[in-house]
Nanobody, 123 residues
């Protein structure tokens, strides 16, 4: 099993920045892909970005390109999401996810999920 714990959420004004972190523990050697998803009020959970754990290959959803940056620290077993130029529509619970194999933007690809961290962007 892999445990994931998110941190770094909060309240920020539009145009501001936040940095989310996800700490992985347990059988971390089994992680192949990690990702960020989000779920806004009344919306379905959606893909934000993913990173391949060993190679660092990155893929973003179109709506965050140029604003968000995903990264990982394999020595510390952490993944980060630097969010800049935040908009009110970025308000959501942000979830960290991990997969034991190559994964896409599809939720069922991911085997482990964190509890989420709230991000609220005020206008």
């Amino acid at each position: 099993q892999v445990q994931l714990v998110e941190s770094g959420g909060g309240l920020v004004q539009a145009g501001g920045s936040l940095r989310l972190s996800c700490a992985a523990s347990g059988r971390t050697f089994s992680i192949y892909t990690m990702a960020w998803f989000r779920q806004g009020p009344g919306k379905e959970r959606e893909f934000v970005a993913r990173i391949t754990w060993n190679t660092g290959y990155i893929y973003y959803a179109d709506f965050v390109k140029g604003r968000f940056t995903i990264s990982r620290d394999t020595a510390k077993n952490t993944m980060n999401l630097q969010m800049n130029s935040l908009k009110p529509e970025d308000t959501a619970i942000y979830y960290c996810a991990a997969a034991r194999s190559g994964a896409t933007r599809s939720l069922p690809d991911y085997n482990y999920w964190g509890q989420g961290t709230q991000v609220t962007v005020s206008s």
